[in-house]
């Protein structure tokens, strides 16, 4: 890292992804629909019933060839030439690395990536679906390298690290008041600026807190022509 460059260190959620026709938990026509969290998106569901969980993650694996990445990643990705620029996501998808983006640091997981069922440090390259009978190396059933819930967000030390030495902390289509970005935070050094792009913000500007309610397109296109020190 260049310690002469400004560190800007993006927080990204659903909402940068959903521009690019990314389903979201929330869509009332997404693949989420018809499914209860629990059943495809936790150890027990795998356990319950593999099938289901391995149909789900393939169809949004899939998806995954549809669709790319949207003006913002973009955007992000091109601030590398002027800055220092890490990306924390919540997100699953590849979009911000197809973008362009080096430093990219993946909370819940990424879904071209598969492990074992038993082993979360054998990870694998996984562009293709995943099939009942598909062994890791160990000889265990592979399963999505998602952290599902009730299960631990191994990399959320090194994001934390991370923010910490941020000179500014942009926090884009996700909630600031839960988990990972209330804990994140708290780890942003006093003197840097925030910024919060959302269509529905969740809390009011305050001292080094600015908050662009758009879209995240508009939102960093926004951020990167007005804000930023050149």
Same mark, same amino acid.
């Given at each position: 890292?260049?310690?002469?460059?400004?560190?800007?260190?993006? =927080?990204?959620?659903?909402?940068?992804?959903?521009?690019?026709?990314?389903?979201?938990?929330?869509?009332?026509?997404?693949?989420?629909?018809?499914?209860?969290?629990?059943?495809?998106?936790?150890?027990?569901?795998?356990?319950?019933?593999?099938?289901?969980?391995? +149909?789900?993650?393939?169809?949004?694996?899939?998806?995954?060839?549809?669709?790319?990445?949207?003006?913002?990643?973009?955007?992000?990705?091109? =601030?590398?030439?002027?800055?220092?620029?890490?990306?924390?996501?919540?997100?699953?998808?590849?979009?911000?690395?197809?973008?362009?983006?080096?430093?990219?640091?993946?909370?819940?997981?990424?879904?071209?990536?598969?492990?074992?069922?038993?082993?979360?440090?054998?990870?694998? +390259?996984?562009?293709?679906?995943?099939?009942?009978?598909?062994?890791?190396?160990?000889?265990?059933?592979?399963?999505?390298?998602?952290?599902?819930?009730?299960?631990?967000?191994?990399?959320?030390?090194?994001?934390?690290?991370?923010?910490?030495?941020?000179?500014?902390? $942009?926090?884009?289509?996700?909630?600031?008041?839960?988990?990972?970005?209330?804990?994140?935070?708290?780890?942003?050094?006093?003197?840097?600026?925030?910024?919060?792009?959302?269509?529905?913000?969740?809390?009011?500007?305050?001292?080094?807190?600015?908050?662009?309610?758009?879209?995240?397109?508009?939102?960093?296109?926004?951020? $990167?022509?007005?804000?930023?020190?050149?």
């Amino acid at each position: 890292m260049d310690k002469n460059k400004h560190h800007i260190v993006f =927080l990204t959620g659903a909402g940068i992804s959903q521009e690019s026709g990314i389903s979201t938990f929330r869509d009332a026509n997404g693949l989420w629909n018809n499914h209860k969290i629990e059943e495809v998106a936790s150890p027990e569901g795998f356990e319950k019933n593999p099938q289901l969980v391995l +149909d789900f993650y393939n169809a949004r694996r899939r998806q995954l060839d549809e669709v790319v990445p949207n003006e913002a990643h973009h955007l992000i990705a091109q =601030l590398e030439t002027k800055y220092n620029v890490t990306v924390i996501t919540q997100n699953i998808d590849d979009l911000h690395e197809r973008a362009g983006s080096t430093n990219v640091l993946h909370l819940h997981g990424e879904l071209r990536k598969s492990r074992s069922s038993r082993n979360a440090n054998l990870i694998y +390259d996984c562009n293709q679906d995943i099939k009942l009978g598909d062994l890791a190396s160990d000889g265990n059933q592979l399963r999505p390298h998602i952290v599902w819930f009730g299960e631990e967000v191994t990399e959320i030390e090194k994001a934390i690290a991370i923010t910490q030495s941020a000179d500014l902390f $942009v926090i884009v289509g996700t909630s600031m008041v839960v988990h990972p970005a209330a804990s994140l935070l708290l780890a942003v050094p006093l003197d840097a600026q925030t910024v919060y792009i959302d269509t529905n913000p969740d809390v009011e500007e305050g001292i080094n807190l600015l908050v662009i309610k758009e879209k995240a397109t508009i939102g960093v296109r926004m951020l $990167v022509e007005e804000c930023l020190p050149y």
